[in-house]
Nanobody, 119 residues
Framework: QVQLVESGGGLVQAGGSLRLSCAASGSVFSINSMGWYRQPPGKQRELVAAITEGGIKKYADSVKGRFTISRDNAKNTVYLQMNSLKPEDTAVYYC?????????????WGQGTQITVSS
């Protein structure tokens, strides 16, 4: 089993920045990819960004050029730097991890952290 603990959510004004962190513990040797999903109010959960152990990245079109995902394999931690935030980025953000490439299948979820972007 793998446990994921997130930190860094909160309230920010449009145009501002936030950084999310997610630390994995437990059977981390089984993880290939880590990343972030989000679920806006009344909508389905969607992939925001994912990164493999080797550093290959994937982003949702809506965040390209504004969000940056990174990973510290020594610390089993993934980060999401979010710049130029927009009100439509408001959502619960979930850390995710899995054995498959770029989170094709998610095996583990974090508890979620709320991000609210005010206009």
């Amino acid at each position: 089993q793998v446990q994921l603990v997130e930190s860094g959510g909160g309230l920010v004004q449009a145009g501002g920045s936030l950084r999310l962190s997610c630390a994995a513990s437990g059977s981390v040797f089984s993880i290939n990819s880590m990343g972030w999903y989000r679920q806006p109010p009344g909508k389905q959960r969607e992939l925001v960004a994912a990164i493999t152990e080797g550093g290959i990245k994937k982003y949702a079109d809506s965040v390209k050029g504004r969000f940056t995902i990174s990973r510290d394999n020594a610390k089993n931690t993934v980060y999401l730097q979010m710049n130029s935030l927009k009100p439509e980025d408001t959502a619960v953000y979930y850390c995710a991890a899995g054995r498959s490439w770029l989170l094709g299948v998610v095996d583990y979820w974090g508890q979620g952290t709320q991000i609210t972007v005010s206009s």
